[in-house]
């Protein structure tokens, strides 16, 4: 067999561009970021490429509290592109995914998980938080809120 001939399998070629391909079995989902620190944000925002600027602030404002930025995850957009787990896990590989105001069962989870509670679903922490929409502005329900996350933050980081 010449080089010209040669037949690289689909494993060999992942290994010598790990970087630069993405596996053509399964959506190839676009984010926000650039998933240095495998954390992905699942976000549900029908009205924008991502978040709304108010909801991106808040945001960038509690992972500037956890020493990370936006550079450190990946915000995936469910309302731009269904959004499946095993799909996201096989394309990200993070370690820790938020359900950022979405239920678990729209991501394909057979079961339900409490909000604000750090949940392994194989070999991933899922963390479901209610829409950051509820816990803007100073309002005794959305501190509290901010209150819990924060609570669920410190023990996920190790604040």
Known sequence: ????NLQLTPELIAALYPETLVAGNGPAYTFLGNHLRSVCFVVED??????????LEFLTRILTACKYSLDDIALVNAARQPVRFNDLKKQLQP?????????????????????????????????????????????????????????????????
């Open 1 to 4: 067999m010449g080089i010209n």
């Open 46 to 55: 029908s009205g924008h490429d991502f978040l709304s600027e108010e909801q």
């Open 95 to 159: 370690q820790i995914v938020f359900l950022w105001g979405i239920r678990p069962a729209s991501i394909g989870l057979d079961r339900e998980l409490p909000d604000f509670t750090i949940s392994p679903v194989a070999g991933v922490s899922v963390i479901p938080v209610p829409n950051p929409d509820i816990m803007s502005g100073n309002n005794p329900s959305g501190l509290e809120l901010k209150h819990r996350l924060w609570a669920c933050l410190k023990k996920l980081f190790s604040l």
